[in-house]
């Protein structure tokens, strides 16, 4: 069903090897073609990354493009919590263009909401104070364990699947990880080597509709230094 490979550094660490990292940043693709249109505060302004800085509103926010659109109700469900609950925090979301409700659907009792289209990012980098670099990496670490629960979902199922489903699904997915050892002008050719790629490859999904045959999916692109601003492994 999944491949999963891990490869070993080309050679040892050399005197002229890397020793800082990057400031971590956490890239939220876009769903559909174009800009977030953003009523309230950019998603990367200390107004909305504190907004965001709430478990069930980064589970909310994760949960549209895939599961949604959702109303309030329908979310509650999926995540165990009332429905004034998760549509106060949706509110919350949206003043600040993270979710917007679906135009021409729905009524003034039962909303449908969706996540507003277009990426953003989060980084620890140009924060003003330490409480915002932490709350930053605290929303990038809650985005990432829920993305790891969804990895390791989908391993757990594939031990339930028959043979012929697993036939079936097989070359679709992979799982890979590579060690090397680069300079950090070579991981940002890596980065927009990846960044080409997307615009060639996966954009032109944008859009599309479910449909006969279709399945959501989820792809990762991850590059980071294996080692601390000190030097230290990590």
Do not use: C
């Amino acid at each position: 069903m999944a491949t999963a490979r891990k490869d070993s550094p080309d050679r040892k660490a050399g005197p002229d090897s890397p020793t800082r990292s990057a400031p971590p940043v956490l890239r939220v693709a876009p769903d559909e073609p174009g800009s977030a249109s953003v009523a309230g505060p950019p998603p990367g302004s200390p107004e909305a990354l504190r907004a965001l800085a709430h478990p069930l509103r980064i589970r909310i926010l994760d949960l549209l493009p895939s599961r949604g659109p959702l109303t309030a109700s329908r979310l509650g469900e999926i995540v165990g919590e009332s429905s004034g609950s998760t549509s106060y925090h949706l509110r919350q979301l949206a003043k600040h263009g993270l979710v917007r409700e679906v135009e021409g659907k729905g009524t003034a009792r039962e909303r449908w909401w969706e996540r507003t289209p277009g990426g953003f990012s989060i980084s620890s980098a140009g924060k003003d104070s330490p409480a915002g670099r932490q709350t930053a990496e605290a929303v990038n670490m809650e985005f990432l364990r829920l993305r790891n629960e969804r990895v390791m979902a989908f391993v757990r199922k594939g031990q339930e699947m028959d043979e012929e489903t697993l036939q079936s699904w097989l070359g679709t997915t992979t799982f890979v990880t590579s060690n090397k050892w680069a300079t950090p002008e070579q991981m940002k050719g890596i980065i927009e080597a990846w960044e080409r790629f997307a615009a060639e490859h996966i954009d032109p999904l944008d859009g599309q509709e479910a449909g006969p045959g279709m399945v959501p999916l989820e792809i990762h692109f991850d590059v980071f230094p294996r080692m601390d601003p000190e030097g230290n492994p990590l």
